[in-house]
């Protein structure tokens, strides 16, 4: 399936890569390689593999070592020579990217974007788990969080501690270097034999996933080096023997499509 530049106007297009296997990018990101004069990667969190896909015309700069300063630069003046400009963020954009600041910036210089979601890795690691996390009667709601660090804080009114007491099915980023913080402030209200997996480079050719109780997420992650890349799914769906079923389906339940008869 291939792509002209006929297709895309001159812009720049934010798309998210996914968790880092290539088959995972959308149809739509797949088009805009091939038609990009230029893409910025993030080379410490997108696979080169993502790249396959890139036409011979395309310069590729990666921008793992890159501040804001130098990059918005480079899309503003790409896009001004009349250029399709690929920004490639892992996983989904809704889910700390760091395009606010770039959309500001962009839109402060009269640049036009648009935005391309991708798979983020919390839905590729329940896929890889083959587990629905919103059992009927179990848990229907979903938290996706992160714990505070250097590079951003969590606002007080989101500590980690709160957002467990809901018992949801949560998937926590960012946190391998603080895990037994994250782990005490989760066990204040999940308990200790929740299921949790540990979820390493996911999507990558060196994917590891562990699925442990609780109370083990921190040892685990110490006992593995996990520093990076790690996400923590810790949710009750995760256990595999749950005789659940949803309505929908039921023989006893009509709606407008299927009516009672």
């Avoid at 590729?124 to 996706?144: G, H, K, M, S, W």
Wanted: aromatic fraction near 6%.
């Amino acid at each position: 399936m291939t792509a002209t530049r006929q297709s895309f106007s001159p812009a720049v297009y934010f798309v998210g890569a996914g968790p880092g296997d290539p088959d995972l990018l959308t149809i739509k990101g797949q088009k805009l390689l091939q038609a990009a004069d230029l893409v910025l990667y993030a080379d410490s969190l997108v696979p080169k593999q993502m790249l396959a896909e890139v036409g011979p015309q395309t310069e590729c700069i990666a921008t793992g070592s890159k501040t804001l300063e130098t990059i918005v630069p480079l899309m503003i003046t790409a896009v001004r020579q009349g250029k399709i400009v690929v920004r490639l963020h892992s996983g989904d954009l809704t889910l700390y990217s760091a395009i606010h600041e770039q959309m500001q910036a962009l839109g402060e210089a009269d640049i036009p974007f648009v935005c391309v979601p991708g798979i983020s890795a919390f839905q590729a690691a329940a896929a890889i788990l083959n587990c629905e996390l919103t059992v009927p009667d179990l848990v229907q709601t979903i938290v996706l969080t992160r714990i505070s660090g250097a590079a951003s804080a969590v606002p007080e009114r989101e500590e980690l501690a709160s957002l467990a007491y809901h018992q949801a099915s949560l998937g926590l980023y960012l946190a391998a270097r603080h895990v037994e913080k994250a782990q005490k402030q989760l066990l204040e209200h999940y308990p200790a034999d929740t299921p949790v997996a540990v979820c390493f480079r996911v999507g990558w050719p060196d994917e590891k996933i562990w699925l442990v109780p609780l109370g083990e997420m921190a040892a685990l992650s110490l006992r593995e080096n996990l520093i990076r890349t790690t996400l923590y799914l810790i949710s009750p769906a995760l256990k595999t023997d749950l005789p659940r079923r949803s309505r929908l389906y039921h023989p006893d339940h009509s709606h407008i499509f299927r009516p009672k008869r």
